[in-house]
């Protein structure tokens, strides 16, 4: 008797409350670490002409998605070398194979070509360690990439806070977080994530006017993986199993370091880093071309990878300094200052960044110094 | 005692004339009426218009004045519109903004129209447009509200790497670079607009193929700008300067520290920097303190530069927009000195007695030329193997003249015209 009282009182005052009431339950349940996600209220419009409007119409997962299990041996996991920083989410990659198609290797440092109908899938999360009062991974979004009429379309899909669905979502969203103190943060971090909108996608995935996927090259797969079965180098693997023609021996294949791995040299790790986060825009063809400043890991020229180059148009990007690099001289290189900014006017990347890699900003102001 | 009166009024002239010297522009303010609405729906509505944009599609903003929190991108279209209910009417203010540094951020299209509205206080540059082939804006107001300031944007039109650009009975107001900037594009034609309040109310840059006539420029630092700088894909030439209202722009410089327009004097009417195939004509030039028309060699701004920025703060602070390259040796496409600069019939009229003092050219001035005025002024730097410098169409008796001769210390400076006359 007493509990069925309770139980209508509560649900009286919760319809009475409406919406400020979900706020005040999330409090008290101390659940504030996401907020933003899709909810029952979202309205969506119809992008039929677009792409799938759920990330499950497409078939890649096996139920529940939020597992994030391949529901067939078409859809193949990957990892890179060195990976973009974003915000320090985690980052599960798949590639979806037409059945009976398999792509090409181009050369170590270009994307493989892969034939029609391929979708290159990257789900981003937090891990529940990552997130202040959270028991599970929560999964934010997932980016779509794929290949249709010989061009690639770039699709964002944004999960809903039940996690059981993604939706295609063409406006981007922000996402409200806590991050978890740990070794590198004393406090627990408040921030906003932010989806991109659809448009956004372009300004680091467009080379010379097209979209192109920027990740999957051999010398980024030249690496180890664990695969259902096996654990092996992911070239060998995609070779193995057909899904990839025309690999040199692995021996020949180039690889790119890993910028967090310390037993590597710090230049190349440096540079890898620049490369991944910096070089889709700040190379010939990317959007960054009127800046004059080049950054993929094959740059050889110091004047072209910044060292004493003025700015072209950086406006208040500049901080006041005069040179993109100063060797020896971080505290003076816009390039350092740049990455430690989050103002839109200043802030390097441009887009997707709303927290400072700190150990990003620690690794170039080494490599600076070390010039 | 007779001796003691002369002594007071020479003084008191002397405290006059230092007056007059030394006292230089306040910064302008503009401050329209603003009531602006924040409200995620219509942000949305308006983003969700530029995201799904196709081909032919007219993106219709709504009238009202509305905060936006991001940049709204428009990429690889044909022949869209955006379209709004006129200059004031329909406002989209960037103030608050989170996400992009632009306002208006348009990219690889084909003939874009942007029509009837105002864009305004974009941290970075108000409507970018870039790679993009026919761009047309008209009726567009593109601002930064409030005291003028270094921390105003860039650029409040900022078409870059384009064909077909045109530029018609728009208004750029307050920024901190170029209002009405067109860089490294081919045919272009910016017309019957209004630049004020600005760093450089017009500018042409590195651009091919340009008409700019029939605007009204005022209370900027420098009036129309036609600029070639080093290191960049293309070089200016063939432009024609005609028809154009160009008055009062004696605005103190607020350009970011080692921003290439922070050396245009304020007091300047026009200043052509480098470039080939020049025509000015048809003008009228009134009131500019400084000099209606000056003529100078990238080589004199960078020499400039580096004596401007002081030895102690170098090499950390010079910074900026489009920065002064000390690299221009090393581009053997690029020319640093103007040449085939022609000038026509232009109407100059100048009430003030002296130049600003806030800039070297001011300073060269007030002490070569005392009490005169200077029409049209040129560094002397000349390319050898050019046809010719400069000319003008008509004789010395309507304007006057002056030519520094800069690298041999002014010992051949020179108010003849007579020797510079195009036939």
């Given at each position: ?17 409406g919406?400020?009431?979900?706020g ?18 979202d ?27 391949p ?25 979806s ?7 090409a ?49 770039a ?33 627990p ?76 040299p ?58 993109d ?47 | ?15 006059v ?17 603003r ?12 983003l ?104 105003n ?118 200043l ?33 530069g ?20 000390d ?29 600003t ?16 005025t ?13 046809d ?14 002056y ?13 003849d ?7």
């Amino acid at each position: 008797m007493f509990r069925s009282i309770i139980v209508i009182s509560t649900l009286a005052l919760a319809l009475l409350l409406g919406c400020q009431n979900q706020g005040n339950v999330a409090v008290a349940n101390d659940y504030v670490s996401v907020s933003g996600l899709l909810t029952s209220q979202d309205t969506l419009v119809k992008y039929e002409d677009l792409g799938l409007k759920k990330l499950s119409d497409y078939g890649f997962f096996k139920q529940p998605i939020s597992q994030l299990i391949p529901a067939s041996e078409q859809v193949v996991p990957y990892t890179l070398n060195s990976p973009l920083f974003t915000d320090y989410a985690t980052k599960s990659r798949f590639i979806s194979f037409p059945e009976g198609s398999t792509a090409a290797y181009v050369s170590d440092e270009k994307v493989l070509d892969f034939p029609e109908g391929t979708v290159i899938i990257k789900n981003f999360y937090y891990t529940n360690a990552d997130l202040k009062n959270n028991d599970t991974d929560v999964i934010l979004e997932t980016r779509l990439l794929l290949k249709k009429d010989g061009e690639w379309i770039a699709l964002p899909y944004v999960w809903n806070e039940e996690q059981t669905e993604a939706y295609l979502y063409i406006l981007g969203k922000d996402i409200d977080l806590v991050l978890e103190a740990n070794d590198e943060r004393v406090e627990p971090l408040n921030f906003s994530y932010s989806v991109p909108n659809i448009n956004m996608c372009k300004n680091c995935h467009v080379k010379n006017q097209k979209l192109v996927p920027l990740g999957p090259t051999p010398r980024q797969l030249n690496r180890e993986n664990q695969f259902i079965s096996v654990s092996q180098n992911q070239l060998a693997f995609l070779s193995d199993n057909h899904f990839l023609v025309d690999l040199p021996p692995l021996s020949v294949v180039a690889k790119l370091p890993d910028y967090k791995d310390e037993s590597e040299p710090l230049d190349g790790r440096a540079r890898a880093y620049l490369d991944v986060n910096c070089a889709h825009c700040h190379q010939d063809g990317g959007s960054a071309k009127t800046s004059g400043l080049h950054l993929a890991y094959e740059e050889s020229d110091l004047y072209r990878l910044g060292v004493n180059k003025p700015p072209v148009a950086a406006g208040k990007g500049s901080g006041y300094l005069a040179f993109d690099i100063v060797s020896g001289k971080p505290e003076a290189s816009i390039l350092l200052y740049r990455m430690k900014h989050l103002e839109p006017d200043i802030v390097m990347p441009e887009i997707g960044k709303n927290l400072v890699d700190t150990e990003g900003v620690a690794l170039i102001e080494s490599w600076i110094k070390s010039l | 005692m007779k001796k003691i009166m002369f002594l007071l009024i020479f003084l008191l002239v002397g405290l006059v004339i230092l007056f007059l010297v030394l006292k230089s522009e306040p910064f302008p303010t503009y401050s329209p009426e603003r009531n602006y609405t924040a409200d995620k729906g219509t942000e949305q509505t308006i983003l969700s218009q530029f995201l799904l944009a196709k081909d032919s599609t007219v993106i219709e903003l709504p009238k009202g004045q509305f905060s936006i929190s991001q940049a709204l991108p428009l990429d690889g279209v044909s022949h869209v519109t955006i379209k709004g209910h006129g200059m004031g009417a329909t406002v989209l203010n960037f103030a608050g903004q989170t996400k992009g540094a632009e306002g208006l951020r348009i990219t690889n299209g084909n003939n874009i129209t942007i029509q009837d509205l105002t864009v305004e206080n974009a941290k970075g540059d108000n409507i970018k447009v870039m790679d993009t082939n026919g761009i047309t804006f008209r009726n567009v107001e593109s601002s930064w509200t409030g005291k003028v300031s270094e921390d105003n944007g860039a650029y409040a039109f900022y078409p870059v790497l384009c064909r077909n650009v045109v530029i018609d009975q728009c208004k750029a107001i307050g920024s901190s670079d170029a209002g009405i900037y067109v860089g490294q594009s081919v045919d272009v034609v910016i017309s019957n607009n209004e630049a004020l309040y600005n760093v450089a109310g017009i500018e042409s840059e590195n651009s091919i193929n340009v008409k700019i006539f029939g605007n009204k420029v005022y209370e900027n630092t420098g009036g129309i700008l036609v600029f070639d700088l080093p290191g960049l894909t293309q070089y200016g030439k063939n432009i024609e300067v005609y028809n154009n209202t160009v008055y009062e722009n004696n605005t103190s410089n607020f350009a970011k520290a080692g921003a290439i327009v922070g050396q245009v004097p304020s007091g300047t009417g026009s200043l052509v920097l480098g470039t080939e195939d020049v025509y000015f004509h048809d003008n009228s030039f009134t009131d500019n303190k400084t000099t209606s028309i000056a003529i100078a060699s990238y080589e004199l701004i960078y020499e400039l530069g580096k004596r401007n920025s002081r030895p102690e703060e170098a090499p950390g602070v010079v910074g900026s927009v489009r920065t002064i390259n000390d690299e221009y040796n090393s581009d053997a496409n690029y020319n640093p000195y103007p040449r085939q600069i022609k000038i026509g019939e232009n109407r100059f009229e100048n009430s003030y007695l002296f130049p600003t003092i806030n800039n070297d050219f001011g300073k060269i001035l007030l002490f070569k030329k005392p009490f005169q005025t200077v029409d049209v002024l040129w560094d002397g730097l000349e390319d050898e193997d050019a046809d010719y410098t400069l000319c003008f169409e008509t004789g010395g008796e309507s304007f006057s003249f002056y030519g520094l001769d800069v690298i041999n210390d002014f010992k051949n400076a020179t108010s003849d015209v007579s020797e510079y006359n195009c036939n």
